[in-house]
């Protein structure tokens, strides 16, 4: 939101096009921001939007043109995640995608409920980061390494082909401001 405020009111006065954002359905559409969009986006080239329910919000509240709005929808095109077989057709494959940065993405829960399931259930965990040999390490203590693989960092496109290959995907996190993987 701020962003867009101060593009506009930046790039204004050197008459230069520019593109807004709204992002969600919540804090984009109180009252006095509708009334600030209103302004601001009128100078807007295009408002890019992730949903056809923030750019029905868009118009219903009379913030802009519906021809000015584009829908750009964040994760994945469902003929993406067309399912594949799986890494291994005699297990149960369960996926984690996350990087190794902060303990809220929690791989600690993910891998320790492993213990708890039949040997033919395998863990792949896709991501990078700091906190990877530490849950490398629990992986060890609790010797289950035959039943976990660590994929690192993969590209986008890899992480898509990998999650058509999963049983399951899970995503362990305490907490998250927007959780990309799970609409992937």
């Not at 204004?12 to 009252?31: D, H, M, N, Q, T």
């Amino acid at each position: 939101f701020a962003s867009s405020i101060y593009t506009c009111l930046a790039l204004r006065r050197r008459r230069v096009a520019w593109i807004a954002s709204v992002y969600g359905l919540e804090s984009a559409f109180k009252p006095w921001r509708r009334w600030v969009e209103r302004v601001a986006f009128v100078y807007a080239k295009k408002v890019v939007v992730p949903s056809l329910a923030v750019k029905n919000k868009l118009v219903q509240y009379k913030i802009t043109q519906q021809d000015k709005i584009k829908v750009i929808p964040n994760g994945t095109t469902l003929p993406e995640m067309t399912r594949k077989p799986g890494f291994d057709p005699k297990t149960t494959t369960i996926g984690c995608v996350a990087n190794f940065y902060s303990e809220i993405k929690g791989h600690r829960y993910v891998t320790e409920a492993l213990k708890y399931l039949p040997s033919n259930f395998k863990l792949i965990l896709i991501g990078d980061g700091v906190l990877k040999n530490e849950i490398f390490s629990l992986v060890e203590n609790l010797k289950i390494k035959d039943q976990v693989l660590f994929l690192g960092h993969k590209t986008h496109n890899e992480v898509i082909e990998a999650m058509r290959k999963m049983d399951v995907l899970v995503v362990p996190s305490l907490s998250e401001s927007f959780g990309l993987v799970a609409i992937e």
